[in-house]
């Protein structure tokens, strides 16, 4: 397939491994930042073509694994309301909450629905006036400009019946949250290359000056991994701190404008609590004063709502990148795709759920066919 | 009911339109609509001398040796769908079962649990499309059931079928006949059913129709067979997909299976839309696709015997079962990676980004 197939090609990926063999003189710890690149790293197989002395770390870009327990909480919750119609993204369907979970509530009598996009449910308000219509709206900067276009698009349209329980999360404040921390073994990053099409990479520039760490702007295939990868180890090697942008065939520097005011219009900045991590301040986004109306929180009194999470989970480690999917004590055993105590063993782009389809055996050796 | 549905009812279906156009609880109720039901469209259909017979259930003649029994209930949304309908895969979803046993299917029951409202045009189609893929595939609808249920209490019309077919190939096809050396054969592209299914449920519009693979694999089958083709196991790759499927293979066995992702076809449509929604077609249902396990040093004889067939023309090896006892799939990755493949644990959900 055209634009998928030349970024997967085996002799391509095996030249840019060797080259990264060539240029690493010494141990570096990378980390990617998107549960997209995580995933992909992991189904391909990315880490093993590459040295010994390069760590790959996974970072906390899975907007699944960072949603934390009581906005699932919240949206079971609302879900359980009478008249509503709660919609949501496919992968958010399965993730636990205290007690309970999305699809569970749907075997309950819920009426739950997935849908593709916002917009469908905006549709769904349009089709449905008599019933109430939420979306979850789940993500980082790559999916808050079609959010906000839902909400816009129903204040202008003076669509009532429709709201959103927002979770949206910003990347730089995570990944500062990480640089700050003492015990930070991040050298290098592989930035999103989907949030940056939305945002641009001005803004990771102050932090790779004030961390002194390199960023490079990374796509999703393997060979973009790779290539990424390349160009990281390469500065770190050469001891240059700056943002490159491998992903140029989608990323600009200064982003998807239009995206930007649409996110602006609709969208602040507030505190916003991670799974696993806590509390970030200035790390998400919510609804502004004018569009408070459209807060499915407020509108259905959940705004108050608390929930401890597991004690047992060391999710908050992994997307720290403290510790790999595999130390924990729980991982395959107590915790799998099944039985989730947290969310990074729920959704594909998960680490313990990646290294669980794909990785579950250390040491695998097969023949070849 | 479209115009055009409307006509075409009215000149074939048995049944007096004005009289009843949607079917009533009455029709399953055990009197003279159900009788109406079954004298007029399901007799005449499905036509053949043991129905015939109004009996409770069909006496069938037998042969000596082995008889293989399935059954499977069809609940597809749409009823309608490219490729094929619900009353198409309710005969080809059992057929094949029965072929992966490496029996040639006989005869099958047809129950139907239709909810009330139903229009009559929907089942007349339904039931059309039934007697047309068993035509064509050589077997009888030989007995069967009719009940309905209240409006809201089903979701427009359910099929069980259950079918007989013999057995006379002299091994045992099945996953624990699987051994070291063996070839995988996969006869053709996968995911197309489960990415057309989802197209027409959720409306997802593609630049052209992905078509569901629903088809009979009884020929593709017997063709290996009569071959004297030595088949260890037959698997069809429905709901689960085709990781579903090795697994499955690998631990029934206790051996290893180990897959090349880059021998695997997957059409360029649907590549795009897994790729669109995030998800893995190797574990997308199909429901005109097998693969067979079979001695290796036969592997390249049945793989030009299938390619011969349209149906199969895209037939490949895939793989191999290994002899380590470690019961798991690990796949060669595009990039040329190690990983394993693993059963998911429910359905794939589309990913949010």
Known sequence: MKFVDEYRDAKAAQDFADAIHRITTRPWTLMEICGGQTHAIVKFGV????????????????????????????????????????????????????STDLLSCKAAGADVRMVYSPLDALKMAQAN??????????????????????VYLARKQGIKNFSILVSHVLVPPAIEAILSSPRNRVQGFLAAGHVCAVTGYNEYEPLAQKYKVPFVVTGFEPLDILQGIYMTVKQLEEGRVEVENQYARAVRRNGNEEAQAVMRDVFTVVNRKWRGIGEIPLSGLGLNAAYADFDAEKRFGVADYHAEES??????????????????????????????????????????????????????????? | MSPNELSEFELTCPLPISDYPAVLMAHGGGGRLTHQLIERMFLPTFKNSLLEARHDGAVLPMQQGRVAFTTDSYVVKPLFFPGGDIGKLAVTGTVNDLAMCGARPAYLTAAFIIEEGLPMATLWRV?????????????????????????????????????VGIVSYPGTISPGSVQIGDAIILSGDLGRHGMAIMAAREGL???????????????????????????????????????????????????????????????????????????????????????????????????????????ASEAVVIGEVQSTTDRMVTMRSMIGANRIVDMISGEQLPRIC
């Open chain 1, 47 to 98: 880490d093993e073509l590459l040295p010994s002395q390069i760590t790959l770390l996974h970072g906390p870009g899975c907007p699944v694994c960072v949603t934390p327990v009581e906005l699932i909480d919240k949206a079971t919750e609302i879900s359980a309301q009478s008249g509503v119609i709660f919609t949501s993204f496919g992968d958010m369907l399965r993730v636990p909450g205290t």
């Open chain 1, 129 to 150: 006036p008599d019933r109430q219509v939420v979306f979850f709206a789940v993500g980082f900067e790559t999916t808050a400009p079609a959010n906000a276009m839902a």
């Open chain 1, 311 to 369: 004690t047992e989970c060391i999710s908050g480690l992994i997307l720290q990148g403290e510790k790999k999917p595999h130390q924990c004590p729980a991982f395959g055993t107590r915790c799998t795709p099944e039985h989730p105590l947290g969310a990074t063993m729920v959704s594909t782009e998960g680490a313990c759920a990646a290294y669980y389809r794909y990785r579950r055996v250390e040491n695998l050796e097969v023949s070849k066919v």
């Open chain 2, 127 to 163: 039931v059309q499309s039934m007697q047309h893929t068993a035509e064509q595939t050589g077997v009888q609808i030989v007995t069967g059931d009719t009940k309905v249920v209240d409006r809201g209490k089903g979701d427009q019309l359910f099929i069980n079928t259950a079918g």
């Open chain 2, 205 to 311: 519009t593609f630049e052209s129709a992905i078509e569901s693979d629903c088809a009979p694999l009884t020929d593709l089958v017997f063709s290996l067979l009569d071959a004297g083709i030595d088949v260890h196991c037959l698997r069809d790759l429905t709901r689960g997909g085709l990781a579903s499927t090795l697994v499955e293979v690998a631990q029934a066995s206790g051996l290893h299976v180990q897959v090349d992702e880059k021998s695997i076809p997957v059409r360029e449509d649907v590549r795009g839309a897994c790729e669109i929604l995030g998800l893995d077609p190797m574990y997308v249902a199909n429901e005109g696709r097998f693969a067979a396990f079979v001695a290796h040093q036969d592997a390249e004889r049945a793989l030009s015997i299938l390619r011969a067939q349209e149906a």
